[in-house]
Nanobody, 121 residues
Framework: QVRLIESGGGLVQAGGSLRLSCLASGHIFYVMAWFRQGPGKEREFIASISRSTITTYYADSVKGRFAISRDNAKNTVDLQMNSLKPEDTAVYYC????????????????WGQGTQVTVSS
């Protein structure tokens, strides 16, 4: 059974940092990614990384502040979030797939339950 399990969310002040982690069980995916859905907003792409870790993509809104990394031996993908802003407040989802776009939601077949990140001003 394939499962994606996120951890690491929480409450942080603006300017602070958090690290999210996602464990994939049951399968090694070609692409793993993070998406988020803020209050009253649609779910949006944040970052993705290929199995080789050579290819990464970031949304413009998080470039220079967030970093995605992957440990294939542990089958985990992390999202280091720095210089957090109140507008980063959202439920963050881990997602994965084996074929398709690195940034289009439609390509992702597997999703975690999400972890809440709240950034206070």
């Amino acid at each position: 059974q394939v499962r994606l399990i996120e951890s690491g969310g929480g409450l942080v002040q603006a300017g602070g940092s958090l690290r999210l982690s996602c464990l994939a069980s049951g399968h090694i995916f070609y692409v793993m990614a993070w998406f988020r859905q803020g209050p009253g907003k649609e779910r949006e792409f944040i970052a993705s990384i290929s199995r080789s870790t050579i290819t990464t993509y970031y949304a413009d809104s998080v470039k220079g502040r967030f970093a995605i990394s992957r440990d294939n031996a542990k089958n985990t993908v992390d999202l280091q979030m720095n210089s957090l802003k109140p507008e980063d407040t959202a439920v963050y989802y881990c997602a994965a797939h084996n074929e398709g776009s690195l940034y289009s939601q439609d390509s992702y077949d597997y999703w975690g339950q999400g972890t809440q990140v709240t950034v206070s001003s």
